[in-house]
């Protein structure tokens, strides 16, 4: 009896208590994919209070929702912020688009020293929350380099070992990047080998598989499979079917992934609502030209001989494609001339004087790999139908596939700015395609609960009070590829660890995220 009575003093207590933050008057979407009701929502120390008819309890501040949808900070589980975050942590692009959390370390690239990263998240103060994978292709290189071929035993011995260590930093899973060197060079037990590693620990597997073009049905396959072999949860990520030879492809794709998961696999997967991709200029280059790093991918640059070899390779590639030239292919961001940003390669091949034909445009394309470690670039490479069946697959995450943008820098894909606000606009209220709560639980519980994020993404007492109040009416992306830089619109409140870090559309200057570790103990 006396429990009861002190239970009942502690929850009275608590409502006595004014809340840090109320919101009213809302229609509250929980996250859960159920309809939106009425309530008010109390935030008291970072975390969710409670959930109900609340107006006339006090607060420290009350923010008046009527007529705004109240839902969970959306949770974008694909981005590369790994190399901007520390020179721009208030990733305003993010937070403006409603992202709370995301994920970084994606396409096998990441931080290898996991708890050091964390510690600098930590220490520098984001605006958003952080977790992440830890990369195949990092580990493979701080192992092997850039060498195109097997591990030795005692070398992927090493690889797995520096994956536990990862791990029990508190990385969420293990990515891979399978198109891209030297990821690229790795057979499919040796990402096995990797991913039970992560599977030791309670991870998931989230693989930029090896073809999104003519052989994307054997790389979604080998993507469950590796799921399959490894005990793992398996996460596809910005999937998508590219170049018009294999527009259609969704259709197969998609059956592909439901059968896995009525074997038993967990297989989800995750989409940018845009029909160009954005990669580096390196991906139109055959793989092969990079092994060994970069003394000798100039070494066979130099070579006549060689050169020519690349270059009809890469002419057959674009063959393949069933392009004419590389128009398609849009610097986004090409350091040593910035000109170049937002031209096409067949632009740039005349302005040095080039005809428009597959082997010169190559030759362009090499001349400014070789000039520089890295060229953005934007590829219009895919179909709005297979767009549109992807977004409506019920297990599909909503993700950016972004880094944290420098306002005016480049010409980056606007994904980085609007990826949310384009799906709540455009195919939410525009085309009717798929329900409002539905798409909220797909940026927000359904990516929490995949990647272990146990307190975010729902609407519930004690969650962390990650929120966006936003207007269905007007909310919208508004960068385009022409002037990517342009925050979304009709965001009214962002809030994180309940703090407002976003008003009225600009961003307040709050730094209050956190580092988000996976805690899952060792099976």
């Not at 992306?477 to 809030?495: C, K, L, V």
């Amino acid at each position: 009896m006396r429990l009861v009575t002190l239970l009942m003093f502690i929850a009275t207590l608590s409502f006595s208590q004014p809340y840090d933050l109320l919101i009213t008057n809302g229609k509250i979407i929980d996250g859960t994919g159920n309809p939106w009701f009425y309530g008010d929502i109390g935030i008291r120390d970072g975390r969710i209070a409670a959930v109900g008819m609340l107006a006339q309890m006090d607060a420290k501040r009350v923010i008046d929702a009527t007529g705004l949808i109240v839902a969970p900070g959306f949770i974008d589980v694909h981005t590369h912020i790994e190399g901007s975050v520390l020179e721009v942590p208030t990733a305003g692009n993010f937070i403006l688009d409603g992202v709370t959390s995301v994920v970084t370390g994606n396409c096998g690239g990441s931080a290898v020293d996991v708890k050091r990263f964390f510690h600098q998240i930590d220490s520098v103060k984001t605006s958003v929350n952080v977790a992440m994978l830890i990369g195949h292709n990092s580990v493979r290189k701080a192992v092997m380099g850039d060498e195109q071929r097997d591990p030795t035993p005692a070398e992927q011995a090493q690889m797995e070992k520096l994956v536990e260590q990862g791990m029990a930093e508190g990385a969420v899973g293990l990515s891979t990047g399978l198109i891209y060197v030297p990821g690229t060079y790795s057979k499919t037990g040796e990402v096995i080998g990797l991913a039970k590693a992560a599977a030791r620990y309670g991870g998931v597997y989230a693989s930029h598989i090896r073809d999104e073009g003519d052989r994307v049905t054997e790389a979604v396959e080998e993507a469950i499979n590796i799921g399959r072999q490894a005990g793992i949860p398996v996460q596809i990520s910005h999937f998508k079917v590219t170049y018009k030879p294999n527009w259609g492809k969704s259709v197969s794709t998609i059956a592909q992934v439901e059968k896995a998961r009525l074997e038993g696999i967990e297989v989800t997967v995750d989409q940018y609502p845009y029909i160009a991709s954005s990669t580096t200029l390196s991906t139109t280059v055959p793989s092969w030209v990079f092994g060994g790093g970069r003394d000798s991918v100039m070494i066979r640059l130099t070579d006549p001989k060689t050169r020519q070899k690349i270059k009809r390779e890469m002419a057959e590639m674009l063959r393949k494609k069933r392009l004419k030239n590389y128009s398609y292919a849009v610097v986004a961001r090409y350091a040593p001339d910035s000109t170049y940003n937002g031209k096409n390669i067949s632009e740039i091949n005349k302005l040095r004087g080039r005809k428009t034909k597959p082997l010169e445009e190559a030759e362009t394309i090499l001349e400014l790999v070789a000039s520089t470690e890295r060229v953005q670039m934007v590829y219009f490479s895919m179909n709005e139908n297979d767009l549109r069946r992807i977004l409506q697959y019920p297990y599909n995450m909503f993700a950016s596939d972004a880094g944290i943008n420098k306002y005016g820098a480049g010409m980056p894909h606007p994904r980085a700015y609007g990826t949310n606000a384009r799906v709540l606009g455009v195919y939410v209220r525009d085309l009717n395609l798929i329900r409002l709560e539905e798409a909220i639980r797909r940026m927000t519980s359904l990516p929490a609960a995949k990647f272990n994020l146990r307190d975010r993404g729902l609407l519930r007492e004690g969650m962390s009070a990650d929120i966006v109040v936003f207007d269905a009416k007007t909310v919208g992306d508004r960068a385009t590829f022409d002037r990517p830089h342009a925050y979304a619109s009709g965001f009214s409140y962002i809030i994180v660890n309940g703090q407002v870090t976003a008003e009225a559309g600009k961003h307040t200057g709050v730094r209050n995220g956190v580092s988000l570790k996976l805690t899952s103990p060792v099976h």
